[in-house]
């Protein structure tokens, strides 16, 4: 047995060797052998890696070769993000059911059918017998994210039939998994601010007649208690964050995995675990982190000068995290405007009316969109067109909820599950071809030596 002392000092040994092969590749050699860095192309596109008709992201048009940009859209299964979140909302009904029975089938549910599967996820809620005791509670984790991957790739345990990749098998643990998600995030939240925050413990059952946005609200609360508005506002975010077509980090792991014909809770844990990334889902929190820095180090929000300062000391590698990202601003795909955040931004003014102690913090939101692409050109000599992305105002709305910070990601995950499932049945029934992709070796030949002689 080593002593913790020489432990330590091995560890941090080879810690160093370590530090000294892994390096970054130039990125010249990238150019070189015409390696699509992060699968773009020079222009910023997306390479085409795949066909898929679950949903659809637009925000520019190609046109003889050039990019030219234009207003975003998202489309699920053919039809307008706003379109369906406005009528859910002018119909005075939660949505995020419908989107995910029209992600799932294609279509859209008639009354009836819609009234059958809100029931049927309602449901499917509650927790195998054991598993939250056992699963959840036996191990908190820090992390609400790492704990929902670890939950899913559990719940294979609980499966009579984990292996069957048939499409009605995989629609059986898609539904299953879309109802019990959050309830293994509200738990897994409630354990960690129980064993690692010193809270109380609450764990409420979830109630099969609430929709999936009551019932978070319910089951993340002590008191149990939230408001209509709350909810109705809980269920559009939901709704906007269910999709976002298969070349996203997290969709594009779910088919990766799914191509392989591995079992469900493998591919959506593994997408889980992408999703908690801070270049992903996990930006939202980063926004909100950046946002506090900014407050803490700018004395007056509203004096163009003095954030665009910042701004730049941000870009330059110089404050907050020292990444040289303004997290928020930008985006693979949408040039003009951002379908998702443009919705976000019109309900975060709508709460302004109830919540108006958040006016002054909301305005700087909008001041870091307003100057961040002017000052971005200028900082990084690049005039991209730029818009603000949903994690702009995501996390702000959620704060204005009253929503615990280290639910924002795990809220994305209840939502984006949908459009994981939907990806996965449509890679393993429509493709059908592992994905393999193929890397430029930068390996020299090298001689055995002997062990003596080294």
Known sequence: MLRDEERERLQERFQKKAAGVYQPFSRELFKKYSVKRGLRNDDGTGVMAGLTAVGAVQGYFIDDGEKIPMEGHL??????????????????????????????????PDSKTLSEFSRFIGSLRALPDGFA????????????????????????SYDPNPDEITAGNILRQSIELIARLPVMAAY?????????????????????DLSTAENLLYMIRPDNHYTVEE????????????????????????RVISSSDT??????????GSLKGPKHGGANAKVMGMVEDIKAHVKDWNDDDELTAYLEKILKKEAFDKSGLIYGMGHAIYTYSDPRCLLLKSKAEELLKT?????????????????????????????????ANVDMYSGFVYKMLGIPADMYTPLFAISRIVGWCAHRLEEVIGCGRIIRPAYKSMLKSNNYVKLSDR
């Open 133 to 156: 005791e056992d699963m959840i509670l036996k191990a908190p984790s820090k992390n609400i994210m790492n704990k929902m991957a670890r939950s899913v790739l559990a719940s294979y």
């Open 231 to 254: 909810a109705e506002m809980l269920d559009v975010l939901l709704m906007i964050h269910a999709e976002h077509g298969g070349g996203n980090n997290s969709a594009f792991t779910t």
């Open 263 to 272: 079992d469900t809770y493998s591919a959506i844990s593994a997408a889980i």
């Open 355 to 387: 919540h108006s102690e958040f006016e002054d913090e909301y305005k700087l939101y909008c001041n870091i969109e307003r100057l961040t692409p002017e000052t971005f050109a200028r900082v990084k000599g690049n005039s991209k067109v730029m818009c």
């Open 75 to 108: 489309r699920y299964r053919g039809y307008d993000i706003t379109d369906l979140v406005e009528n859910c909302q002018k119909e005075k009904r939660f949505g995020f059911e419908e989107v995910a029975y029209l992600l799932l089938f294609g279509h859209l």
């Open 188 to 208: 897994g939240y409630q354990a960690k601010s129980h064993y690692h925050d010193g809270q109380s413990l609450y764990l409420h059952t979830p109630q099969p």
